[in-house]
């Protein structure tokens, strides 16, 4: 790796989309294996990418990937602390997934380093879907340095 | 849209600012349209644009700006979640909104392709006022591929 | 600075690290100062910055820094919403920390201005430890327009 700013590889990919099929109404899904094929297939080696889920009841978070429980825990909680509530007016009555999708935010930007995801040990990065069973689709822009 | 990264736009536009005057402690205002003129006035067409408040009682998030009850749906349970607490210790009194603007986030990064913001057909991008009225400021810094 | 993209400064830095030693189970470190030097070091004047921290159980925010108490406040009140629970199934018993670093985030991107952090005046950048006494590393890309 270059000691200073090469600018060589300068450049964003075109953006790349992958869909995630979830079949429960809550589900958290393991996508780190298709970030890190978009990441692969950009040519990019050293930059960012930024995660995108076009939709408003399902999120992107980054959190431990080896324990499926973990997964349940974060999403156990947010299941037992954002109820369906009577204050709730939005009427299609998924209100509490709009809730969860901006506590845990739509979107990720990681960091791309020698062509690969910066990731810690445990980490990996998941689609939580929060109004399903639907079709998500996430976008991939990887930005090089 | 070139199949490999290009370089041709490679570059930072200059930071823009915009200015979110509002009237209420809380109050959620969309700002999608002020952001999409930034994209626009930058001149990058494939990128990303990183949006940021300078504060530290206001957020930014993205979720569905078509029924305004959303947005008053997810500030709804922010307030009864997060209600002003004997436990807090900070003496300005308004630490519930340090925690909702911890939970949001102050920034967002966002996806530019073709020189439009790259958003779901129900996403909107907003300011989340939590201790208004004031006056804040949106920072957007778009970086061409 | 320019009117236009120049691409003059086009290009990532390499990545850097620094580490945080925690020393209680809780507590939010104010790491300003050290992403303002990895900025610095990088020498990239006009783009943005990368922050990301390797852990699942440590995240990173920004919020005031200027009164301590708001740290505390922000803390305390996820200590006293994310307490341990008998529905966690995570074996480590530390899923109270899992599910309060994925509502603050694990990474945080900001803009960097005229060779500085762009930040509000009371903004600070936390690491925000929720299983410590541990080391913690804190990833660092700077892309120059």
Redesign the interface.
Known sequence: ???????????????SRFEVRTSRREEWVDVTEDVAGAVTA???V???V?L?????TAAL????AA?P??A???S??LA???PD?P??????GN?DA??K???????????V?GGRL??????GVFLCEFDGPRTR?V?V?V???
Chains 1, 2, 3 share one sequence.
Do not use: Y
Request: proline share 4%; charged share 20%; hydrophobic share 40%.
């Open positions: 790796m270059a000691e200073t700013p090469s600018g060589k590889e300068a450049g964003a990919a075109p953006v950009s040519g990019i050293d930059g960012l930024v995108w889920s076009l939709h408003t978070t980054v959190n431990e324990d429980d973990v349940r825990d974060v156990g909680w037992r602390n954002v509530d204050a709730f007016r939005h009427a299609e209100s709009h809730v999708t901006s506590l845990m935010g739509p979107g990720v930007t990681l960091i380093e910066l990731l810690g040990r445990w980490q689709t976008c822009r930005v090089g340095g």
